[in-house]
């Protein structure tokens, strides 16, 4: 017992400290911006001035109408030893009096016009930062963050979350400071008019700022479980959208709509928890502020009837000032939910942009013009978890030149030893070698430019067909367009199309088959004129025609390369040198096609499987199969 209550005090301090951290950050963020802020401030804090004259004003023509009406010995008193001239009439200086009001309004109408403009700006300013900080730390990210985290959380925090850390500034800390000017001001201006009085209404000051925090406390939980919520709403609305094929073949509207409605009932319920104790919060911090008008009406009464305070000037000016005390007390309702909302988004959007990035170029790495010597893996091992390697002391050779296949069974590291290549991962074990060299200790970009990869699914973007080709060259032209085009055999398809090279790829290559996104992102690896080309089972998803096509495409392509090509089909495999068969993350067997059918198992029946089946047949040859098969070959 003694253990579980010290892991929670553990865990309630590093929470508090956790959220000092946050809160010295968000500060961090305003000071950045303490010039725009200053002029909202300065400009709300004018506001509060306009409105005391405008109430001093008021309140002084009331004194000046009971003193014309009633004559009482003494005239009300003028600010600043001002008074009206001595031939005016009463109607001139009420006239006066109104007029300055007027323009009092007119010129706080301006004020918050122009704080309305600056303030929204401002918070355009600070969230086009927040989503580009965001969007430039994803970039730099390696795999792994994006193996471990959930699309919809990322989409969640760049773009909700972004906006409510933004808040923090415009919600919160202008916020703070406005009220917190406006509070002093009012109470200055209400000890200056009665201090007895001042000290009298304000008495409950204390328990309205103690609730505040204490409410604070209370709803915080809430307001992260609410991010939560968020982020598995926007994954099953990205996930239907994205799958809408499956789920309309297995006709599951009706269930998916459901289970949408449910991730949305969820967040109303949630938020609904929260709208209660806030709506329960506010009539409570009401009715303390309205406690203070019963003691002015009583005891600034009082002072009225004995000719202490004037009707105008004091006791109608100090019950608006309380009206207007009551209602900036009523906004640190809303600044402790911004506080709240802020911190919760503050601490996804902070892990995110404080996530370490693994992949980068040492501060001495050399360039890398491109890979003309060969390829050389040495005991190369490799985890996606510390505890199963997919890799395991992998050794070998490629040449400048040559053309390797890759096989095996699924799970058997082919896709993951591709990734080596670019190094999406750095290797937990051994050495890559480019050229003699650890890619470790090269440019990072120059390792990636010195490779095109296409993959098994390639992603095209929804451009025109020539940019998705240029992608990988900023300054291309339209003739280095056209000619990785002809390269990858895609050039007739492309000037079949209705623009030609300026036809819009739909969302995903929505408008096009297998076989031309296929070629279209060979054509998108060849423009950067790479001397290695990595080809990760290009041809499986697609009918034998268009493998036909493709692999024509490949072996233009593959002229004058070193390449690697990851494949389950003998059909690829027998275009290149030498194939590697590779099993549990090691290397079963190494040799041509003509010798692998003489020495290994498991290639002499795959190829008589896919002799005698048809291709697609052969890529449901089950795991445990082709894993007993390497055995028996071994």
Request: aromatic content about 6%.
């Amino acid at each position: 017992m003694s253990k579980g209550m010290d892991a929670s005090a553990n865990s309630g301090g590093k929470s508090t400290a956790s959220r000092a951290a946050l809160l010295r950050r968000l500060l961090l963020l305003a000071i950045e911006y303490r010039r725009p802020c200053a002029a909202v401030v300065g400009m709300q804090t004018l506001l509060v001035v306009l409105n005391l004259a405008t109430l001093g004003l008021t309140g002084l023509g009331i004194d000046y109408l009971q003193w014309s009406v009633l004559k009482p010995t003494e005239a009300p008193g003028w600010p600043l030893g001002l008074s009206p001239p001595a031939g005016w009439s009463s109607l001139s200086v009420i006239t006066g009096l109104s007029a300055g009001v007027f323009l009092a309004a007119i010129l706080s109408a301006g004020l918050k016009y122009l704080g309305s403009v600056a303030s929204a700006a401002l918070s355009q300013r600070i969230l086009i930062r927040l989503r580009t900080q965001i969007y430039e730390k994803l970039q730099s990210l390696s795999f792994r963050f994006y193996d471990a985290g959930e699309s919809s959380s990322i989409i969640n925090r760049a773009a909700g979350d972004a906006n409510n850390v933004r808040n923090f500034v415009d919600g919160v800390i202008i916020r703070v400071l406005t009220t917190g000017l406006t509070l002093v001001v009012y109470v200055l201006y209400m000890v200056q008019v009665h201090p007895g009085l001042t000290i009298a209404c304000l008495a409950s000051t204390p328990l309205l700022w103690g609730s505040a925090i204490l409410f604070s406390r209370v709803v915080q939980p809430a307001y992260r479980r609410a991010s939560e919520l968020g982020d598995v709403m926007i994954r099953t609305l990205v996930e239907n959208l994205q799958g809408i094929q499956v789920v309309k073949g297995f006709a599951r509207e009706n269930e998916q709509a459901i289970q949408f409605e449910a991730a949305n009932s969820n967040i109303r319920n949630l938020k609904n928890s929260i709208f209660f104790r806030l709506s329960a919060f506010q009539p409570a911090m009401g009715l303390l502020t309205q406690m203070n008008m019963l003691i002015l009406i009583g005891y600034g009464g009082k002072l009225v009837v004995r000719g202490e305070l004037s009707l105008g000037a004091g006791l109608f000016v100090f019950a608006n000032l309380l009206q207007e005390f009551a209602t900036q007390v009523a906004h640190i309702t809303n600044i402790v939910n911004s506080i709240q909302t802020s911190l919760s988004s503050a601490e996804r959007v902070f892990e995110v942009l404080d996530e370490p990035v693994e992949i980068i170029s040492s501060d001495n790495a050399r360039g890398l013009s491109g890979v003309f010597s060969g390829i050389e893996l040495d005991r190369v091992s490799f985890g996606y978890s510390p505890a199963r390697l997919v890799l395991n002391d992998v050794t070998l050779k490629i040449s400048a030149g040559e053309c390797l296949g890759i096989t095996g069974p699924t799970g058997s590291g082919k896709t993951t030893l591709i990734s080596l290549l670019k190094r999406f991962y750095d290797i937990s074990a051994g050495e890559i070698l480019f050229d003699g060299h650890d890619i470790r200790t090269l440019k990072l970009d120059d390792v990636r430019r010195a490779s095109g990869i296409v993959f098994q699914d390639s992603f095209l973007f929804s451009n025109t067909v020539a940019a998705n080709i240029a992608f990988g060259v900023s300054d291309a032209t339209m003739e280095q367009v056209e000619r990785a085009a002809r390269i990858a055999s895609a050039d007739v398809f492309i000037r079949e199309m209705p623009d030609g090279y300026e036809s819009m790829v739909g969302e995903h290559g929505s408008n096009l088959s297998g076989g031309q996104r296929q070629r279209l992102a060979l054509a998108r690896a060849l423009i950067t004129d790479p001397s290695v080309l990595l080809l990760d089972d290009a041809t499986s998803a697609v009918d034998p025609e268009t493998e036909y096509e493709i692999r024509s495409a490949m072996e233009q392509a593959m002229r004058g390369r070193t390449t690697v090509i990851v494949s389950n089909r003998l059909s690829t495999l027998r275009q290149t040198d030498r194939i590697v068969v590779l099993n549990d993350g090691q290397i079963a067997a190494v040799g041509t096609h003509e010798e692998l059918l003489d020495d290994c198992e498991y290639y002499r029946h795959l190829a008589r499987l896919q002799g005698q089946h048809s291709e697609e047949q052969c890529q449901d040859f089950t795991v445990s199969e082709q894993a007993e098969l390497l055995h028996s070959s071994e």
